[in-house]
């Protein structure tokens, strides 16, 4: 028995037989022990029997109904590849610490029974010698809640059906490249709860949301992370109370984001906080609904970078007034997407998340022209971050749409982007695209020195103006530039309207002529206007005439640009009050030489 590869018992009737074969079978490599007619034996006996399997690949504990727990021994059976688990409905969970060795590969475990013909090779077996599947459904008895193979470095194939009370599927740290939920893991109705943290070698996760009652929509939390595991933190889930769907996702390739399309796509009450960087840190803090805590774990620690060239000393001196510029805006949002440094294919892989997310922080890319390539709609964005990405040629390109809902417009440190929205054929239901920017409120833009312009007149009004903050932008020629194709209004009127506009902040800008290029840009509650180093600018917002009692807005700005401004009939100087010349400002040396 010393060279014995393969043993096959079914229908053991008696343990303390099997349990005599503990010290002999020391080459054994394949073993099943399934279909027993007696109950599972629960002594120390049964759980030592495979101590001494240290050449043991596959494990088939097919039908063994009565038993709950599997026993430690399989722990030392450390060349183990494949564990079989059909039937087992006695079981309550399968966690793999302590339990099952790190070598294992595949794992497959079947409510519906065992497969009709035996395999000698760790490969799942086929469709065709699979059990029927028509009364799993039916099948109450099967008590498994909680599959756990987190540390099984090796495993690669999976195979999970007809487990009804499955509540919990941990994969964390496995070799797992396709989790796919048509041929791998069905028939999970209950499924709740999905950890795939250390998943490094994770492409794609594949769903159904058209297979009947067997779909993920009972799933409440997904959390992906695919770095390396030194790199991973588990978050809390401790008292956490259900609201919908929670992903957490931290991900390297901005494909595997794509593949959860059709997770997202049914479910109205989603919620994500999904991370497309290679970085061991990102700038989020996680908050568990119905609990007290805050986790700041390694990679949910914020990263702290400067933010412009001499911010070392600028921030010893203290900023000059009009250096101030806006913080950055918060991202407490239910959908935030982050795309950051070590990210790879972003420009083709956000498919879909774009068109719910409400937040977008895009900052520390080096490999992109643009977030996205192909037409796509931005139709929930609220918040829209961008900075410090040196190749960034646009922020959206002629085919982006949408952007209904857009509240804050926040740019920084893009060396190369001509502007943020490009001029072009625009989304081709016209009636739609006028809605864009209504509620647009904030704009700032800083140290953005190739900027032309910063968005196409697609629209007629930008009705929720308030701020606009933009410095350090050499090359900006206008805020806002007529598209191809723009509303009637200004075609007939010649003015852009911003009736809630009350601060503009403009600075370093020398090639800026006119905020709004051809057009009058028209600003009925104007408060405040700060303006230097704007040397080629000649108008200011037409504000009117205001009656008397109404403060004028104030103006800071220098003495030079003051004088050098154009003016008409319905567009005076005495619209505002009495302008405030910088207190930098100096008069110009004559041009002689100070020599002698």
């Known amino acids: 028995m010393t060279n014995m590869r393969e043993l096959n018992i079914e229908g053991v009737w008696d343990w303390k037989y099997t349990t005599e074969l503990q010290g002999q079978l020391s080459n054994l490599q394949r073993l099943r022990l399934i279909k027993p007619t007696c109950q599972w034996n629960t002594s120390e006996d049964v759980d030592d029997a495979f101590t001494d399997k240290t050449s043991m690949e596959i494990l088939d504990l097919s039908g063994n ?34 339990r099952i060795p790190p070598s294992l590969k595949s794992f497959r475990f079947d409510g519906c029974g065992a497969a009709s013909q035996w395999t000698q090779t760790i490969e ?42 499955l509540l919990e599927l941990d994969l964390s740290g496995t070799a797992i490249k396709v989790l796919d939920f048509k041929t791998m893991v069905v028939q999970v109705p209950r499924l709740k709860r999905l950890f795939l943290i250390g998943c490094k070698h994770l492409r794609a996760i594949g769903s159904s949301f058209d297979d009947g009652p067997w779909s993920m929509s009972q799933l409440e939390l997904m959390c992906i992370d695919t770095r390396a595991a030194s790199l991973c933190s588990r978050p809390a889930i401790d008292n956490y109370k259900s609201s919908g769907l929670r ?8 494909r595997i984001a794509r593949s959860l399309s059709n997770v997202f796509r049914l479910r109205e009450d989603l919620h994500f906080d999904i991370h497309i960087t290679r970085s061991p840190v990102y700038d989020r803090l996680v908050e568990f609904e119905g609990t007290d805590k805050y986790e700041i774990l390694p990679s949910f620690q914020q990263l702290v970078l400067p933010t412009g060239q001499y911010s070392d000393v600028l921030g010893m001196v203290g900023h000059p007034p009009m250096q101030a510029f806006p913080q950055p805006p918060s991202s407490k949002f239910d959908r935030q997407l982050e795309i950051a440094e070590g990210s790879c294919n972003v420009e083709k892989g956000i498919y879909h ?13 080096s490999s992109c022209a643009t977030i996205y390539e192909g037409s796509c709609a931005w139709d929930d964005l609220r918040v829209c971050r961008v900075e410090r990405s040196p190749k960034l040629e646009y922020v959206f390109n002629p085919s982006a749409y949408g952007f209904f809902k857009l509240e804050t417009l926040w740019a920084s440190d893009l060396l190369t982007a001509r502007w943020i929205w490009s001029k072009g054929v625009r989304y081709s239901f016209y009636t739609e695209s006028v809605k864009s920017f209504k509620k647009l409120q904030h704009l700032h833009l800083r140290s ?24 350090n932008c050499g090359e900006l020629r206008h805020v806002f530039e007529l598209d191809r194709r723009y509303p009637e209004e200004i075609a007939t009127l010649g003015v852009l309207l911003l009736p809630k506009l009350t601060t503009i902040h403009l600075h370093d800008l020398p090639k800026l002529q006119n905020i709004c290029d051809l057009v009058k840009m028209v600003a009925p509650r104007l408060e405040t206007i700060k303006i230097r180093g704007c040397w080629s600018l000649r108008r200011l917002p037409y504000v009117g005439a205001r009656g008397q009692g109404k403060k004028k807005p104030s103006v800071e700005i220098e003495k030079d640009v003051w004088d050098a401004l154009e003016w008409d009939a319905d567009h005076r100087p005495d619209h505002f009050e009495t302008p405030v010349h910088s207190r930098y400002y100096k008069e110009k040396l004559p041009r002689v030489s100070v020599l002698r």
């Open 448 to 471: 953005c020195p190739r900027l032309r312009f910063v968005l196409p007149v697609w629209v007629s009004s930008f009705p929720s103006m308030e701020t606009l903050h933009i410095i």
């Open 124 to 165: 799942l077996p086929p469709k065709h010698v699979r059990p029927c599947t028509c009364s799993a459904c039916d099948k109450k008895d099967i008590h498994i809640s909680k599959v756990s193979l987190q540390g099984c470095t090796q495993l690669e194939n999976l195979f999970l059906r007809g487990l009804p009370n």
């Open 247 to 254: 992903v957490h996702a931290v991900v390297v390739d901005a």
């Open 65 to 98: 109904s009565g038993m709950k727990n599997l026993p430690t021994s399989i722990s030392k059976a450390s060349s183990l590849q494949m564990l079989v688990l059909d039937g087992c409905d006695g079981l309550e969970t399968v966690v793999a610490p302590g």
């Open 353 to 365: 998340l774009q068109s719910c997310a409400e937040s977008l922080h895009f900052h520390d890319v």
